[in-house]
């Protein structure tokens, strides 16, 4: 068994950034109210330098980053784009398993015969997605899905 573990980077934050430019020089994080009860769905990396993360407390984001951009999350916007990601990867390896909007699991062992095949088909698959959507990701290759996950966040 050969799978790959794909992780779209930093989804949300990279989605606003294709639809605004100027967001990517600026930290950015998507998310709830930053005056009121709201979490951090994720930020971008400019953000992620002033140690801001997902589930941190938008307050305290705000805090750490008084010039951080806030916006709201825009779930049907990150579904069209995911949509267009998991067309993308099929197009290069057919049984994909979503466990979530931005990631899931590929099956390398039908389009791989080994790990070093397995590799180039992961290149070939974050060539894809960048080409079709301009967003980037990371994957992980490994014989198994756990492994693959711990690979994939390196």
Same mark, same amino acid.
């Given at each position: 068994?050969?799978?790959?573990?794909?992780?779209?980077?930093?989804?949300?934050?990279?989605?606003?950034? %294709?639809?605004?430019?100027?967001?990517?020089?600026?930290? %950015?994080? !998507?998310?709830?109210?930053?005056?009121?009860?709201?979490?951090?769905?994720?930020?971008?990396?400019?953000?992620?330098?002033?140690?801001?993360?997902?589930?941190?407390?938008?307050?305290?984001? %705000?805090?750490?980053?008084?010039?951080?951009?806030? !916006?709201?999350?825009?779930?049907? %916007?990150?579904?069209?784009?995911?949509?267009?990601?998991?067309?993308?990867?099929?197009?290069?390896?057919?049984?994909?398993?979503?466990?979530?909007?931005?990631?899931?699991?590929?099956?390398?062992?039908?389009?791989?015969?080994?790990?070093?095949?397995?590799?180039?088909?992961?290149?070939?698959?974050?060539?894809? !997605?960048?080409?079709?959507?301009?967003?980037?990701?990371?994957?992980?290759?490994?014989?198994?899905?756990? !492994?693959?996950?711990?690979?994939?966040?390196?």
């Amino acid at each position: 068994m050969i799978v790959a573990h794909l992780d779209l980077d930093a989804f949300f934050a990279a989605v606003e950034e %294709l639809e605004d430019p100027e967001l990517r020089r600026q930290p %950015l994080i !998507v998310g709830g109210d930053p005056h009121g009860r709201g979490v951090v769905a994720t930020a971008n990396y400019v953000a992620r330098r002033f140690g801001i993360h997902s589930a941190m407390s938008a307050a305290e984001a %705000l805090r750490r980053c008084p010039h951080a951009v806030f !916006v709201r999350p825009r779930h049907h %916007l990150y579904r069209e784009y995911s949509k267009t990601v998991w067309e993308t990867v099929r197009g290069v390896v057919p049984t994909v398993e979503r466990t979530g909007i931005d990631e899931g699991y590929l099956d390398m062992s039908e389009v791989a015969d080994g790990f070093l095949r397995a590799r180039a088909v992961a290149e070939a698959v974050q060539a894809a !997605v960048r080409a079709a959507t301009e967003l980037t990701c990371s994957l992980g290759v490994a014989g198994s899905k756990v !492994v693959a996950k711990i690979a994939s966040d390196r």
